[in-house]
């Protein structure tokens, strides 16, 4: 069964500092890493994509994936209250049809 | 650019009544489409997906079928609710880079 590990919180962190989330994958032959942010009563929306090892970085999000140890984590610096989501980590599946999705970390910035 | 569409946004319905709900994708021609169903709280449950016209998959066995009888058109369909069906309703397609976008989901309460 192949799955897809994340914390499920709250993580509380304060207004201004990092956000710093995590998953880890159980699927050695996935190539494709997402992270969704979805608010509540909202669909979720894909705020990242990652396809190789090492660091992408778009505005104030970083994803990180590391294949060898098959984590892909997402770090949010200066962290605004309008950041507190849920935060879903997906990874793809053999099939390349489906994704295989984390069951969400909740993120919770203190002003 | 692709949108896509969900209908209705809410919904509230009888145990044992008929269900259908329908998804569009505008952008994109021949795109993978999705059902999925999240409960309060909890992660995406893969209901359906299809690859083209008439080509579904299903992932639960459930009281739940789809269809797809247009390129852009997936509807998700029940003979006869059951309380365990309330759920938020998620519809997605999927990018040939395996990103997916959702649609803004339909809210369903069984009573």
């Known amino acids: 069964q192949k799955e897809v590990e994340q914390n499920s919180g709250p993580l509380s962190v304060p207004e201004g500092a990092i956000a710093s989330l995590n998953c880890t994958y159980s699927?050695?032959?996935?190539?494709?890493f997402f992270w969704y942010r979805q608010y509540s009563g909202k669909s979720p929306e894909l705020i990242m994509s990652?396809?190789s090892n090492g660091d992408k970085e778009d505005g104030r999000f970083t994803a990180q994936l590391n294949k060898a140890s098959q984590y892909v984590s997402l770090l949010i610096r200066d962290s605004q209250p309008s950041d507190s989501a849920t935060y879903l980590c997906?990874?793809?599946?053999?099939?390349?049809?489906?994704?295989?999705w984390g069951a969400g970390t909740k993120l919770i910035i203190k002003p | 650019s692709q949108t896509i569409h969900q209908w209705p946004a809410t919904l509230v319905q009888p145990v044992g009544s008929p269900l259908s709900l329908e998804c569009t994708v505008e952008?994109?021609?021949?795109?993978?489409l999705y059902w999925y169903r999240q409960a309060a709280g909890r992660g995406l449950q893969l209901l359906f997906y299809?690859?083209?016209?008439?080509?579904i998959s299903s992932e639960v066995p459930q009281n739940l079928s789809a269809s797809r009888p247009q390129d852009r058109q997936f509807i998700l369909s029940s003979k006869k609710l059951l309380l365990s069906d309330s759920g938020f309703y998620l519809c997605?397609?999927?990018?040939?880079?395996?990103?997916?976008?959702f649609g803004p989901g339909t809210r369903l309460t069984v009573t």
């Open positions: 997605a397609w999927m990018t040939g880079t395996q990103q997916q976008y």
């Open positions: 952008g994109t021609s021949n795109p993978n």
């Open positions: 299809s690859v083209g016209i008439g080509q």
């Open positions: 699927d050695r032959g996935s190539q494709s």
């Open positions: 990652i396809y």
């Open positions: 997906a990874v793809n599946a053999d099939s390349n049809y489906q994704l295989i």
